[in-house]
């Protein structure tokens, strides 16, 4: 008996007789199963958390009570991409009976199972009486796996069945995944029959809906297309609640000819009686065992080979060793987790010299394949030379809480406005040293909530949530910290996402009026930052008020989505006035409105989503005027919809997220025109890698990708190569690196990860595997400082990040190491390992100095110098640090040098120089050349030179 605790950890698995489950059946040509999404259930809900899944969208007697599956189009179209060019059955001859694998798992309620095994079998037994002229046999091919709080692990290749006891519910399938309520008054054999055929392809008799009529007709002439598609089932309206005790149908429904249904009560796909139902029609039976082949079913479970960690130091290689019991298995390497060629057959894989930790995954493959599992390869020293000054830069709060520094605004360039959980706002001064207090009036009233606030020239227009007054806008003078109001909503007026958002010399702003609806009514405002130009712009019910209107400046007018009862959801526009705020054009006509989302603008044309009767959701285009209102690509052909988010413009051209219905969910780009919209890389290949955070970045396009495995790292187009998408590093090798925030600093890019050591921390990356590293861990350990809100003001990064005593307002420093000629400066590493090693060359050279801080004495030429890290054993490559003279530095005049002497034809001439940066200026014609301290300079034969010629040097130019 298998038995999985709360946790999900496995206490016990034992196989009955030590009998290898690899054994019971023959190695199909392919396995794999197919994940059906219901609409009512989250996607990515497995039989983990199946019940949760049951418990958050509903019961499942609540609208169904036999069976909660909802066979619609997405249900027919999933399979009908399965069988596509699959031979079918013949129906004139027997065929090879295919054994379907069911693994039970069974929740014990006070210790004690909530249906004992031998149930199981014995309604088993019955349930393949019903599929035995399908030539299918259900088989039992694992341990019962018995949990209390949480379902065991999924068994791949098999049909998971989760028996559970409810007060609500009977029998749900999603994927190759059911769940049967115990308790429910249904016969047990009938919901398992049921939700079986569901796995194996099988609708309802009654098709797509499960709340209305079906629209197959009684003669059948629409058979192929409409209700469960299968001709040798009649027409169903539905029979739940129409079945009376004799197995009788009670309905009196016509379809829409007029005649009377006449269904098929018996029918095991139809909501008849429990006691009625007990038959397959031959061309559902047909079409099951059609199904399970293409799904390459396969009873077996394989362990997977005993593998371990390892790590190694850079450049070095590593062979790893897996084993297994199984004498007859084959162990398989891959650098994927899902999908790929095997990079290496046998027990042992050996890598190449290696730069940058990373995961490898292997798995046993006997009769059946094993789950892969994941070994690391770590490289020793992690972390690189941390040449960073970073801390807190205010403490506004120095309780656990923190202040909460949100909404960082760049007030003209000189200064960082911001404001924190407690209704306080701040800057820092001009010379970025402190923070001070700028208005206070709203603080620490329980009351009164800052939900926004927007720059207008010298002032700041705050946005007000009070919940006894009501909303209000006012306006906070930047130079005197004094505060007036500039509209006070009242009562009438709820709780408002204001969405704050200047254009030119006009904030905009979106008020939720409850006066005349209790659910509210949108309204579009306008301020200029005085109280005698603040008023309302447009009335624009019946806009839902808490929804995100999209507010979009284009061209010196405002972009934003507005609703109307004869358009639905459509494109709105607005100058400022009643008037000129309107609907630009009806997208998808009629009142279902076309759905618009991820608008931006680029280079006077606004590219958005949206959705039609056509096309689906698909991407468009506009100018602002109907005309030039249109679709720009149908990514995904016919009415699929390609599901567009993450819309950027970078570097003249347009980067999103898309799904083709090819692909799922991958980066595309596009110029502006429809044939030069085009998926960029299929990276994941199998399902989609969902990329976003777009950011253009030294020669290219940087972005958050889900790999194969589905781990989240950073990728990137490399823009001297268009189209050639690489991963950068393996940020995490364990898991996904939760990378976020993607930020340009300094020449370096600045983001938010995890390596699965430090929690959420800041990284940098310039653009290389072995240049992206961690910068500091804040919160110490596997803690999380989950910085956020970065921001560039001068030579300094602001953010914020929880150090574990609350979260507050940071900055962050990369040391310039430049200094006056013949001075000194001193490098200092953060780096937490045992020793540090600086050097004047990349590989071997001279040791310069060794510990985490060097002073460099009397510099007078630029040079590079380059650290290295060593834990004890592995020593890292060397991380190059350049030292410059710094061009503001006061310069020092030499006399002029003059020359004497006539050069022959033949005859190189050489100067001798004796500053640093010194450059020459030939007194003749187009002669100019600049060369370094203490280095000869030649020019080559031929160069004619005057006698006495003279050259004013110099170090470092001359400040005016």
Known sequence: MQIISKHGIEIENKKPGGVPHSKHCAKPEQSHLLVIPDMRFNKFCSLYVLLTCLLLFGSLSAQTPFCDVHTDSSFFAQFDQLMAGKPTRSKKRSAPVIEVPLVFHVELQNGNPVISEATINSKLAVVNTYFVSADIRLVNCEPVIYYTETSGPNIKNSVNVNFYASSSGCGVAIGSYIAINVNCNRTMEHILAHEVGHVLGLPHTHGPTNTGTTTELVDGSNCTTNGDRFCDTPADPNLLGLVNGSCM??????????????????????????????????????????????????????????????????????????TTDIVTATIKWYDQKTGGTPIATGPELTTGPLYNSRSYYVETEDSCTSDRIRVLVTIRPDGGLQLIDAGIFADLDTSSQGSGPYNLTILGDTALIFNTSNNYI???????????????????????????????????????????????????????????????????????????????????????????????????????????GTELVKDLAPSFPFGNFGFTP?????????????????????????????????????????????????????????????????????DGTPGRTEILADINPGMGGSSIYSLVSLNGSLYFTADDGTHGSEPFKSDGTPEGTQLLEDI???????????????????????????????????????????????????????????????ELLFFRATNGTHGSELWQSDGTGPGTQLVIDINPGNASASPGSLTTLGDRLFFTANDGTGTELWSLNIPQYATCYDESLTIVSGSSVQDIRWYDASEEGNLLHQGASFTLENITQNQMIYGELSDGTCTSIRYPVPVTISPECPCIDISPLTIDETFGSDDNFILHGSGDLITPSLFLPGADMSFKAATTVSLTAGFEVQSGAQFQVQIAPCQE
Request: glycine share 10%; proline share 4%.
């Open 249 to 322: 149908y009670t309905g009196s429904g016509t379809d829409a000819n007029g005649d009377m249904y006449q269904p098929d009560v018996t029918n095991i796909m139809s909501y008849g009686r429990s006691s009625c139902i007990d038959k397959f029609s031959q061309e559902q039976l047909d079409y099951m065992y059609d199904v399970a082949v293409a799904l390459g079913y396969a009873c077996c479970r394989v362990d997977p080979p005993e593998v371990s960690d390892t790590s190694i130091c850079s450049g070095e290689s590593v062979t790893i060793v897996a």
């Open 426 to 532: 701040y800057f820092t001064n001009t010379e970025m040293d402190t923070v001070e207090l700028l208005a206070d009036t709203f603080g620490n009233d329980p009351d009164t909530y800052l939900s926004d606030f927007e720059v207008l020239g010298d002032q700041v227009i705050i946005a007000l949530n009070n919940f006894n007054t009501g909303p209000s806008l006012w306006s906070l003078d930047l130079h005197n910290g004094s505060v007036q109001t500039l509209h006070q909503f009242g009562s009438g007026y709820g709780y408002s996402n204001y969405w704050l958002t200047r254009v030119d010399d006009i904030v905009f702003a979106q008020l939720n009026n409850e006066s005349s609806d209790p659910n509210g009514v949108a309204e579009l405002w306008k301020t200029n930052g005085t109280a005698a």
């Open 554 to 622: 284009f061209n010196g007018q405002l972009i934003f989505v507005a609703s109307t009862l004869d358009y639905g959801e459509e494109l709105w526009i607005s100058d400022g006035t009643s008037a000129n705020t309107m609907m630009v054009k009806d997208l998808n006509p009629g009142p279902d409105g076309s759905q618009i989302g991820s608008m931006i603008e680029s280079e006077g044309l606004l590219y958005f989503s949206a959705f039609d009767s056509t096309y689906g959701s698909e991407l468009w285009v506009s």
């Open 684 to 746: 994941r290949g199998d399902g989609g890698s969902s990329p976003s955070y777009f950011t253009l970045y030294n020669g290219g396009v940087y972005f958050l990708a889900y790999g194969p495995g589905f781990d989240g790292e950073l990728y990137r187009e490399n823009l001297s190569q268009p189209g050639t998408v690489e991963r950068v590093k393996d940020i995490n090798p364990t898991g996904s690196s939760g990378l976020s925030e993607l930020h340009i600093h300094d």
